[in-house]
């Protein structure tokens, strides 16, 4: 069942005017009821305003003023949708109808069913739907058992609660005729520089892009190494190799699943350039101890904060706890564009400027090139797409950090690792990890009561083909295999609901029982 429909004109007057089809005034009491979204066209607007309150003068003149409110009530209750501008004038509903060719549209456009008691509509659309069905629909899904299918990622939640803000930002670039380093992005770098509490923000192409770029402005290189986590997602090794650096890697704490920074200096050498650390599944890295090495060895720090926007250590947002960082804006992460993008954060104002020079062909005065650069910018419509996106970040991660109490809360007797976060962490939980030594039969037992999980990951940068040539062999980096062999990321999301987060732990609940215990 859909928890959004856009309601024809004549269910929405029956409802305002209390005409004597009762179908379309319960169905729009229940949407109410059950926080189902009531979509209405930008197209509707003005026939419901205007029949309406022409009703109202006729049935009712001393009404009009009251009518005028409940006019502006029924705004504020529903969604307005907007308009495609591209129209097919020769389309069979354009010709027998121009209004409903319009609603048809921005129904298309905004991926939702109409609901009509129009049997002429209803003949000539795609995705209409009559009152009377939507009823006896939403009474089956009472009576049946509730669906408990909970998808492990929902990416498009956040896009649709925010559809008018993404439009709006979308017409904003596509009306100022600038497409790249413009407006938007000098508005988005200072947004987000000023969440990070950095002072400066540079955006580029990727996450990947952003940690390359950082070594490469370091002057970092062939012949240097830069110790990265065992335990990671290869893109934090391929920043090193792209900056034709060797990563050397160094186990994490079994507890956090972060850089264990107790096994850093013996990782040292005199070719060591830099440590990345990763505030892995959105929970910081132990900072203090790490720049402390840092300092001792004259060493540049890079936070790999591709999962933990927002998220604080002792207080401080990452992002500022090294030298620099750099963010992935991949658009599963807690703060994503609707594409690729990534950003690097710092207070060093000349990384910055040699970032923005390094991403922009090597050029800051245009076609004077002062090094051999690279074609790395963040697109200007995503730049757009993430202030909007931005003003939500909090909220959202707020959310994220409720559910996470509640499966800490409701797990806590299962014979599953949970999540361990030192008094120091203030994690935003871009994933809820579980480690089990059946990890896979786990997985299994949650899919088959619906529930979606992931392995982040399943192997381990060491024992992947594409590091062959530094000849790692299985039992090398031992804690970071056992992670490998036992984690499982169970769904969190900001808009993952009540009863969906009850589904999780209910299906932990029956399943980990009968999981060995892990030690
Ligand atoms: C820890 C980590 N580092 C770096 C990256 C690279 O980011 P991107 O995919 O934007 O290049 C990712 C995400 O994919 C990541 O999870």
Redesign the pocket.
């Known amino acids: 069942m859909s928890n959004r429909y856009l309601l024809d004109s004549n269910v929405i007057l029956d409802y305002l005017l209390q005409r004597s089809f009762s179908d379309s005034i319960k169905l729009y009491g229940q949407c109410l009821e059950n926080d189902i979204s009531i979509l209405v066209s930008s197209a509707q607007l003005h026939t419901i305003e205007y029949v309406f309150l022409k009703q109202v003068k006729l049935d009712a003149p001393t009404q009009i003023e009251t009518a005028k409110l409940a006019f502006k009530a029924f705004l504020n209750e529903v969604t307005i949708v907007k308009t495609p501008a591209l129209i097919e004038q020769n389309h069979p509903l354009a010709l027998r109808d121009m209004e409903d060719y319009l609603i048809e549209i921005s129904a298309e456009a905004a991926d939702v069913t109409i609901v009509t008691r129009d049997a002429g509509f209803l003949r000539l659309s795609k995705r209409c739907i009559l009152t009377e069905q939507v009823l006896l629909n939403l009474e089956a899904e009472k009576t049946s058992q509730a669906s408990n299918k909970v998808t492990f990622l929902d990416l498009k939640t956040p896009h649709i609660v925010l559809r008018a803000e993404l439009e709006a930002a979308f017409d904003r670039t596509l009306n100022s005729g600038w497409y790249i380093q413009g407006n938007e992005l000098k508005q988005f770098e200072k947004e987000f520089a000023d969440y990070c509490e950095a002072e400066y923000c540079v955006g580029v192409g990727?996450?990947?892009?952003a940690?390359h770029l950082i070594l490469r402005a370091y002057g970092i290189g062939k012949g240097d190494e830069v110790i990265v986590p065992s335990n990671?997602?290869i893109?934090?090794w391929l920043a090193a190799s792209y900056a034709d650096a060797t990563p050397i890697p160094v186990e994490p704490d079994l507890n956090t699943y972060n850089i264990d920074p107790a096994l850093i200096e013996a990782a040292i050498t005199p070719r060591t350039k830099a440590i990345i650390a990763?505030h892995?599944y959105g929970q910081p890295a132990d900072m203090d101890a790490i720049n402390a090495i840092a300092i001792k060895y004259n060493l540049k720090v890079i936070e790999?904060a591709?999962?933990a926007h927002g998220a604080r250590y002792k207080g401080k947002r990452v992002g500022t706890l090294g030298d620099a960082a750099g963010f992935?804006?991949?658009p599963g992460k807690n703060l994503g564009a609707i594409g690729?993008g990534?950003a690097v954060t710092t207070n060093d104002a000349d990384l910055a400027q040699k970032i923005r020079v390094l991403g922009n062909y090597g050029s800051q005065i245009k076609y004077h090139n002062e090094v051999k650069g690279y074609n790395s910018r963040l697109d200007e419509l995503q730049a757009a797409f993430m202030r909007e996106k931005l003003q939500k970040l909090d909220e959202w991660n707020g959310r994220r950090k409720l559910i996470a109490a509640d499966y800490l809360r409701q797990m806590s007797g299962s014979n599953l690792v949970l999540p361990f976060v030192p008094e120091w962490a203030d994690p935003v939980w871009h994933l809820f990890v579980v480690r089990s030594q059946q990890h896979d039969v786990l997985q299994k037992q949650l899919g088959e009561a619906g529930i979606g999980t992931m392995i982040h990951y399943p192997i381990p940068p060491h024992l992947q083909p594409a590091y062959a040539e530094l000849n790692y062999k299985q039992g090398d980096f031992p804690i970071a295999e056992v992670i490998h062999q036992q984690v499982l990321s169970l769904p969190i999301g900001p808009h993952l609901g009540a009863d969906s987060t009850a589904a999780v732990i209910s299906a932990i609940q029956s399943s980990a029982a009968i999981l060995r215990k892990v030690y």
């Open positions: 990727n996450g990947l892009d940690l990671t997602y893109a934090t990763v892995l790999d591709a999962q992935s804006f991949y690729d990534g």
